[in-house]
């Protein structure tokens, strides 16, 4: 099959943070590997994989956009449309491979200490999860986590972009500097939460949750991915 340029767009921001990845996921695999007893360790590997995690969205979402190394990945002869993509599904990519590498630990961990398999380290969560509808459920869980990984970092780049959109005075007051990322965090704790809500109004857990936050996270997707894009159409306009 002939690579695209989508495709080669895909491997240079892959190949930018390739290393951030890479340590996250280490640092996510050690934290699994603490013991209660030295949760102040732990808390080592947290914060090693959250600064890599924002060198990797640093490097993808604005260094490589909006900074100095711009020019450079600006001219590889994509469309904003590409290059938005492009840099959400690497980034997206990072946080799937950050999660799997904590599941499976936890799920190796567990199992070798007596726990049980990891259908009943999830029952003992509370997600009430049967033997006839486990794998449609988890099946379903997979994916609504896929996709939420993408959409937390498209709503990232939004963040980014939107800020560096801004007139100069704006990113300096309230309005920039403050109320973006408190947005952003905002509206992150409520897709987060969604479960939350269906709890609330009385929802028994089933095969609706993940199709429920499927949904919503698909839309949510496609939403700020054209948003994304208009914002920076708009600004290469301009300048």
């Given at each position: ?229 208009k914002l920076l159409e708009e600004r290469y306009e301009l300048n």
């Amino acid at each position: 099959m002939k690579e695209t340029m989508l495709d080669k767009c895909i491997k240079a921001n892959l190949k930018m943070v390739e290393n951030e990845i890479a340590i996250a996921c280490t640092m996510g695999v050690l934290l699994c590997l603490m013991r209660f007893w030295a949760i102040i360790l732990g808390l080592i590997p947290i914060v090693i994989a959250a600064v890599f995690l924002w060198k990797m969205f640093r490097k993808l979402f604005y260094t490589s956009v909006f900074g100095e190394t711009a020019a450079t990945y600006q001219s590889m002869p994509v469309s904003t449309a590409e290059m938005v993509a492009a840099k959400i599904f690497v980034a997206g990519l990072g946080l799937i491979a950050l999660n799997v590498s904590i599941v499976v630990m936890m799920a190796v961990i567990s199992t070798n200490l007596g726990y049980g398999n990891l259908l009943g380290i999830l029952d003992g969560l509370g997600l009430g999860i049967n033997s006839l509808n486990a794998g449609y459920i988890l099946s379903l869980e997979f994916i609504a986590v896929v996709i939420e990984c993408f959409w937390q970092a498209a709503l990232i780049f939004l963040a980014v972009v939107i800020f560096n959109t801004l007139p100069e005075h704006s990113r300096k007051g309230f309005g920039g500097g403050v109320l973006v990322p408190v947005a952003a965090v905002g509206i992150n704790y409520l897709f987060m939460n969604i479960s939350s809500a269906l709890e609330f109004i009385g929802l028994p857990y089933g095969i609706l949750y993940p199709l429920i936050g499927i949904t919503i996270g698909a839309v949510t997707l496609v939403i700020i991915f054209r948003l994304t894009v208009k914002l920076l159409e708009e600004r290469y306009e301009l300048n």
